[in-house]
Structures are given as C-alpha cells and as structure tokens.
C-alpha cells in the first residue's frame, strides 16, 4: 500500500497541472496627477478611469481554479493621487514602466 501512496504522489506531482497563482495581496498605488483632470467633483470618473488605465490587462488564476482580474479595490482622490488594488508582484512590475507611475507599496496592517 506504502508504494501505491508514493506512486500517486509522483504521478500528480509530476503532471502538469496549471499553474494556481494565488499570490494576489492589496497594493497601495501612488500615481502623478493628471494634468487633465481638475479637482472638481466631476472630475472623480475621470480620475477612476486614469487609475483603472494602470490596471493590467492580464488574469490571475486565483487558489479556486477561477480568472481573476486585476481589481481596484478603492480610489484615493484628496491627499494622494492613486488607488489600491489587488495584484501580483509582476503586475506591479509591469504598471511601474507606465507613465505617471510613482510607487506600489504593499498594504500592511498595524495593530
């Protein structure tokens, strides 16, 4: 029995399986502000609609086998110009070689 458990652990180990990237955290995005947006309250789609352009394009698949999109999860429109979203460290990668970028910096919660 010891062997048939060591061969099925071999024989699924060693299938290729797709690739579960379930490495997706929260990023606090810092961006430049636009030129063409003015700080008006119309202007708030406006602005949604610059950050969601920093967004990948791309799909992650998720630990439940399911595509998930790059989603931002909350816009910032007084202090600071950016938004949070949740992404992996290669799509961080890829939005910082875009224009207007500034920083990505992991969320972290303080206690």
């Keep these: 029995?010891?062997?048939?458990k060591i061969f099925?652990?071999?024989v699924f180990c060693s299938f290729p399986w797709p690739t579960i990237q379930n490495d997706l955290e929260t990023y606090i995005v810092n961006v430049e502000s636009p030129e063409s947006?003015?700080?008006t309250q119309s202007s708030v789609t406006d602005l949604d609609n610059y950050y969601?352009?920093?967004?990948?394009k791309t799909t992650t698949i998720s630990s439940s086998g399911n595509e998930e999109p790059a989603r931002m999860i909350y816009s910032y429109h007084n202090v600071m110009k950016g938004f949070s979203a949740r992404l992996t460290a290669a799509q961080v990668k890829e939005m910082e070689k875009k224009h207007g970028f500034?920083?990505?910096q992991k969320q972290r919660i303080f206690t």
Excluded: E, R, T, W
């Design 1 to 4: 029995m010891g062997f048939l």
């Design 8 to 10: 099925l652990v071999f």
């Design 37 to 39: 947006v003015i700080s």
């Design 52 to 56: 969601l352009s920093f967004l990948p």
């Design 102 to 104: 500034v920083s990505a």
